[in-house]
């Protein structure tokens, strides 16, 4: 944690942000120039192995196929286009067509609700649909129900082919189409974890510049985190491309270690939850092969040695993370607070976990944690390009976070009310509230809707409170709120661990608290302890939903 007297309540990086791209055909053409024998894109059919390369000049001439196809058959004027389906080249190439051809690209979460779908199609107006064949089913309702056309994308390469033909035709308006980077060109709708979602505007620019910004994610990887995600979309996706680096397609999460074995990539993008799955695969893989206490005893020696570099531990225990890979460096991690364990647990196999911290609205990036200079505590330095300022602070320099920048969004879809309330001459209100230190690194204490509000005007952050009882190890999940005027938590107990060290999970939980609480003002003490025997409901960016208290 920042000292409190070297806090302070605006920030902005020195260097300037070069904008070389505005739009995606920016992008895509600034790597056919700069990268052109570079392999952009790899995918592999799992059921026959096959595994598939797309070249940048490959990519650029599909895209103007499909884009050309899109615009000469009425797909143009800013047409709103869904997509829904797992992550594949073929979602990739929807989005980059659609945007190519003017239009407005809505990205959904094939696993909403049908319901929730059809609401967001509505909402957002959508006039067609690109969906997987495993999703056919929904897609084929949403026509009935909406009258939209809709498009299987693995049948893309039949608008591929009729594009060529137009092409060939003489038909090249699409190509030279003149663009706005500044018009709505992406509305997401966000997963909110308290309140109703609602439909981010996003430009070209807005996108394309926060990608631009983001210089800490140029690594081979792979692709896990769902595309409809912004985080997915501009930091696993964009970057890689103006970063000139090769990107894997990971089509099906049950394939995830099959593909990280394969392609051994240096650098992932990943949100908490799913960074705690991959420790644990990985600690799985060495009890499975019995090395456990070999493995321990090797972490306490390097410990106590506390000489070796990340390099010289990745090459001391290369012999039990083949799980993911053997060129695995960094993690990145955004979405939600990192665990102090497994920042400990990676770091004792030579794996740098970079934290970042991102909005949707805000394309998405904010800060990230640079390598080789990284705050623990923190959420990184201000990206380049971007303004930060903290509003209303308290006494100890604590406020609400509020961002000024290109990669701010353009409002809230056809919600004046909601984007009034967001944005203040030109500042985005995240509704975070944190800080900023002297190196510009900012420090997220918890949400300011989530603040708890007591009987005597205290404010209780319940994610701080929250972070502290995670320190337990016999904690898996916890949630702090207000119940009958106190504070309350309720728990779901790590059991595997307590089973394997041989403890009683809630006894060890309870003891923590008692702990925690003699040390904290009356106003934070935690009264009641509650525990559940199942996880929390979690939304599609592994948050945990707060109204899913039982």
């Not at 797992?86 to 945007?99: G, P, R, V």
């Not at 910004?213 to 979309?233: K, N, R, S």
């Not at 397609?249 to 394969?262: G, S, T």
């Not at 799985?284 to 306490?300: A, C, H, P, T, W």
Request: negative net charge; glycine residues 8%.
């Amino acid at each position: 944690m920042a000292d409190i007297r070297n806090r302070k309540l605006y920030g902005k990086m020195d260097q300037e942000l070069e904008l070389k791209c505005l739009t995606f055909r920016d992008v895509a053409e600034y790597r056919v120039k700069h990268y052109p024998d570079t392999v952009l894109y790899t995918y592999t059919d799992y059921a026959s192995g096959q595994r598939t390369e797309i070249m940048p000049r490959k990519f650029q001439e599909q895209y103007q196929a499909v884009s050309t196809w899109l615009y000469e058959n009425g797909y143009a004027g800013q047409k709103h286009v869904a997509i829904m389906g797992d992550n594949s080249y073929q979602w990739l190439l929807a989005l980059q067509s659609l945007m190519c051809s003017g239009n407005v690209a809505i990205p959904l979460d094939k696993n909403l609700e049908r319901d929730v779908l059809l609401g967001f199609l509505r909402e957002g107006e959508c006039t067609a649909l690109f969906y997987s064949q495993n999703y056919e089913k929904k897609a084929l309702e949403f026509k009935a129900k909406l009258g939209i056309e809709i498009f299987k994308l693995e049948e893309i390469d039949r608008l591929v082919r009729e594009g060529r033909k137009l092409i060939a035709q003489g038909k090249t308006d699409c190509l030279n189409l003149s663009i706005d980077c500044e018009v709505p060109a992406v509305i997401m709708f966000t997963s909110g974890t308290t309140g109703k979602s609602k439909g981010v505007m996003l430009s070209q620019k807005n996108i394309v510049s926060n990608a631009l910004m983001d210089t800490i994610f140029y690594y081979d990887g792979v692709i896990l985190l769902p595309l409809h995600h912004a985080f997915a979309l501009t930091c696993s996706n964009l970057n890689y491309i103006l970063g000139g680096v090769s990107t894997h397609i990971n089509q099906n999460m049950r394939y995830m270690y099959q593909d990280l074995q394969a392609e051994n990539p240096v650098g992932l993008v990943l949100v908490p939850l799913l960074i705690e799955n991959v420790y644990h695969s990985l600690w799985k893989s060495i009890r499975d092969r019995g090395l456990e206490e070999e493995v321990r005893k090797r972490i306490e020696e390097t410990r106590r040695d506390g000489t070796l570099s990340n390099a010289q531990k990745r090459e001391r225990f290369r012999d039990v993370t083949g799980i993911l890979g053997n060129r695995l460096e960094v993690l990145v991690s955004g979405g939600a607070p990192m665990n102090e364990e497994l920042y400990n647990g990676f770091a004792d196999f030579g794996i740098e976990i970079m934290e970042g911290y991102g909005i949707t609205e805000c394309s998405p990036m904010i800060s990230g944690n640079p390598r080789g200079h990284i705050k623990r505590g923190s959420v990184g330095q201000i990206i380049v390009g971007l303004e930060v300022k903290i509003d209303k602070p308290n006494e100890d320099m604590e406020g609400e976070v509020c961002i000024k920048g290109p990669n701010v969004m353009l409002g809230y879809y056809k919600n004046e009310e909601a984007t009034a309330e967001a944005l203040e001459d030109g500042w985005f209100h995240t509704g975070d509230i944190g800080y900023l230190d002297e190196d510009n690194y900012l420090y997220i204490s918890g949400r300011k809707k989530n603040l708890i509000i007591l009987a005597n005007g205290e404010n209780v952050s319940p994610e701080e409170l929250e972070a502290r009882i995670l320190a337990c190890r016999a904690v898996k999940e916890v949630l702090v709120y207000e119940k009958n005027k106190k504070i309350a938590a309720q728990i779901f107990a790590d059991e595997e661990y307590a089973a394997r060290e041989g403890i009683d999970a809630r006894e060890c939980i309870r003891a923590h608290i008692r702990k925690l609480n003699e040390g904290a003002a009356n106003f934070k003490q935690i009264l009641l302890t509650e525990f559940r025997t199942t996880p929390f409901a979690r939304n599609s960016s592994g948050k945990i939903l707060r109204n899913s208290v039982e």
